[in-house]
């Protein structure tokens, strides 16, 4: 926080760009229903034209918003990260000799390099793809709900399936992403010895020992590696299906909702889009979330 207090006016102008990028969003589904349910049902070509001109612009709040807001978090982001780099070389110039036997150069080049893009990569990644998703999920949600309150209770009934499907894997990832931390600093500490000393190591024949703690070292870390791997497998491929099951339920009871008269049919049509977003953007921020321990970690 102390290094996003400089860039406040940058933070709320982005902020207000994505708000304005969900909301063109979020209204183009429900007018595509109104079009199709008022407009060509009745032949009505003037509302049909009226209408398709509100659809036009809530498009281009969506596009412009996307795309000014993938700037200005980018923006943002890098900006951070520059004033994080400059303040880390600051403090490494006042640090003894002393400090840097303790820290360890491994350690130093560690957090100057990978820590820091992976904070700034947990930016940009939280702005665009984390932070949207409470107000997409909540507003999705209402306007389902004001079409039909079967489709919205069904709709909220599905995201909060998903919500704690995303939870369990998050919960469960956390702890190994903060392990991998420790073991990119022992692989470059372990590098770094070998590619000084490899004279030394020539000089007394320990080529095989020096093997074997390469191996040691690579190998727990792509063992966690594979384990996170496999986390990110379960949820990409059950997040799919959980799609999938809440597009069959949402034509499902649309349809037999249809049938009863409670709804009309292009109404079907909106409330499968905002399943389809809400849904589309918990995934992507599922996998944000999962990095984020990681950020943590390196901030720390």
């Not at 933070?11 to 969003?25: H, K």
């Not at 560690?110 to 998703?133: E, F, H, K, M």
């Not at 080529?207 to 949820?235: P, Q, T």
Request: glycine share 6%.
């Amino acid at each position: 926080m102390r290094f996003l207090k400089p860039y406040r006016g940058l933070v709320a102008v982005t902020l207000l760009v994505l708000l304005v990028d969900n909301v063109g969003t979020l209204l183009v589904p429900t007018m595509l229903a109104n079009m199709v349910n008022t407009g060509i049902t009745t032949g009505d070509v003037d509302y049909i034209l009226r209408n398709g001109l509100y659809m036009f612009i809530a498009t281009s709040m969506a596009s412009g918003g996307t795309v000014l807001g993938c700037y200005l978090s980018a923006r943002l982001a890098a900006n951070v990260a520059c004033d994080i780099r400059n303040a880390v070389y600051d403090k490494s110039l006042k640090l003894a000799a002393s400090d840097f036997e303790r820290f360890g150069t491994g350690s130093m080049i560690t957090r100057s390099l990978n820590d820091i893009n992976v904070i700034q990569q947990a930016i940009l990644q939280t702005i665009q793809l984390v932070l949207p998703v409470p107000f997409l999920a909540v507003a999705g949600i209402i306007f389902a709900w004001f079409i039909d309150p079967a489709m919205g209770t069904l709709l909220g009934v599905v995201v909060a399936i998903v919500l704690v499907a995303a939870v369990f894997t998050v919960a469960n990832a956390a702890p190994i992403f903060m392990r991998l931390q420790g073991f990119i600093d022992r692989m470059n500490v372990v590098l770094r010895e070998n590619i000084v000393g490899v004279r030394v190591i020539r000089a007394f024949n320990k080529e095989r020992h020096e093997e074997r703690r390469l191996d040691e070292v690579f190998s727990e870390y792509a063992a966690n590696a594979i384990k996170v791997n496999h986390l990110f497998v379960g949820l990409d491929s059950s997040s799919f299906f959980l799609m999938n099951i809440a597009e069959v339920a949402v034509l499902w009871v649309g349809g037999n909702r249809v049938g009863a008269h409670a709804m009309q049919i292009a109404s079907i049509s909106a409330v499968l889009e905002y399943a389809i977003l809400i849904l589309f953007f918990v995934m992507m921020a599922q996998m944000v979330v999962l990095t984020l321990p990681r950020a943590a970690a390196c901030l720390s």
